[in-house]
């Protein structure tokens, strides 16, 4: 497994872009690379990407310097050793409500003992062929690898004061249009109450010492939420192409 840079920017305090991508090819994981942003996450959830096909991606990921992050469909230990196996270096689970659900992600996620997760000869261990031991191993990637729930919906807001105590947990990352749902609010999560909710667990998130992340949509968007104290900021791969169809679109006009 190779260092995590997103994992030792966000430690260091310094925030980290990226896209959030249901793409099963793997030369658009390279292009996000090569475009400089800090982490391509593949989409488990909403796309039809397969285990089989994320190694691969993570392989593109490596070769254009990009971190191969992943959300995962279901909170499947197995199902995420899969992903890990494969290189991903971190996970963001959606949908996470309760102390029991992160503390299994945990448990996934990390190598005994901290968590639960088996040890074998895969890409992310160099197939037991690189420098490291499996004592060495367990232990770096231990270090390495990211956990990040998602706050979703009003269970797990008032379930936040609990969540933040999980040993194991870097971060949250909030997932506005369906926390603006599960508030009633279908049309989306413009409205004051949402945006208020969204403040308070940001400001919930950062005085546990934790990783705070959410959704922007554009750089002046990212730069708004920087400055509030979110380090963790995703576009999806779709919105960018949008936002990037749209300006060059100007010229046309």
């Keep these: 497994m190779k260092q995590n840079i997103v994992k030792t920017r966000l430690k260091n305090s310094q925030?980290?872009?990226?896209?959030?991508?249901?793409?099963?090819?793997?030369?658009?994981?390279?292009?996000?690379?090569l475009s400089g942003l800090d982490f391509y996450m593949i989409d488990g959830e909403h796309s039809p990407v397969t285990t089989a096909q994320v190694q691969d991606i993570v392989r593109a990921c490596d070769v254009a310097g990009i971190t191969p992050l992943a959300r995962v469909r279901s909170n499947d230990a197995k199902l995420i050793l899969q992903f890990l196996d494969a290189g991903v270096m971190g996970i963001m689970m959606?949908?996470?409500?309760t102390v029991a659900e992160a503390e299994a992600l945990v448990k996934a996620v990390k190598y005994p003992p901290l968590g639960e997760r088996g040890f074998g000869p895969v890409r992310a261990n160099d197939y037991l062929l690189g420098s490291m031991n499996q004592g060495e191993a367990v232990v770096f990637a231990n270090e390495q690898t990211l956990v990040l729930p998602q706050i979703e919906d009003t269970e797990a807001i008032a379930?936040?004061?609990?969540?933040?105590?999980?040993?194991?947990?870097?971060?949250?990352?909030?997932?506005?249009?369906?926390l603006a749902m599960s508030m009633g609010y279908y049309d989306g999560p413009g409205h004051d109450e949402v945006k208020r909710t969204i403040a308070g667990v940001v400001e919930k998130i950062r005085k546990a010492g934790l990783i705070a992340g959410t959704t922007a949509a554009t750089g002046d968007q990212a730069r708004a939420l920087i400055d509030r104290g979110v380090l963790f900021c995703l576009n999806s791969f779709a919105g960018l192409l949008k936002s990037a169809a749209g300006d060059f679109m100007k010229g046309r006009s």
């Design 159 to 178: 379930n936040l004061d609990d969540l933040l105590q999980v040993e194991g947990v870097d971060g949250f990352v909030i997932g506005p249009r369906d």
């Design 15 to 33: 925030p980290v872009l990226g896209v959030l991508s249901n793409s099963t090819d793997p030369t658009v994981a390279e292009l996000c690379g």
């Design 94 to 97: 959606p949908g996470v409500r």
